[in-house]
């Protein structure tokens, strides 16, 4: 059983930095692909980041693209999501999910993990507060 656990969340000016981790314990982390996702109040989940299992392919969505980098160290068990220049709307609560991917998965484009459904794991999630 795989656990993920997010950290790094706070308080940070918009224009600022943070950098999210995500550790995983119980399984072979170079097997899991994995996303990042945020949730704000009153609002469903949303994809933000994913990244292969090798870190190879990365993918985004449209409104953190040139801001956020997400990036992995297989032998530390993390994923990171560095986040330069945080916006208010930027303000959530930022979950980490992963899959395990074999076989044909493992040649997978990372835009084909932008899907929550496709996702077993997922960790408790950490807030992430951008002020103006």
């Known amino acids: 059983q795989v656990q993920l656990v997010e950290s790094g969340g706070g308080l940070v000016q918009a224009g600022g930095s943070l950098r999210l981790s995500c550790a995983a314990s119980?399984?072979?982390?170079?097997?899991?692909?994995v996303g990042w996702f945020r949730q704000a109040p009153g609002k469903e989940r949303d994809f933000v980041a994913s990244?292969?299992?090798?870190?190879?392919?990365?993918n985004y969505v449209d409104s953190v693209k040139g801001r956020f980098t997400i990036s992995r160290d297989n032998a530390k068990n993390t994923v990171y999501l560095s986040m330069n220049n945080p916006q208010p709307e930027d303000t959530a609560v930022y979950y980490c999910a992963a899959r395990a991917v074999y076989g044909w998965r493992r040649y997978a484009d990372a835009r084909d993990y932008a899907d929550a459904r496709e996702y077993d794991y997922w960790g408790q999630g950490t807030q992430v507060t951008v002020s103006s």
């Open positions: 990244i292969s299992w090798s870190g190879g392919s990365v």
């Open positions: 119980g399984g072979t982390f170079s097997n899991f692909a």
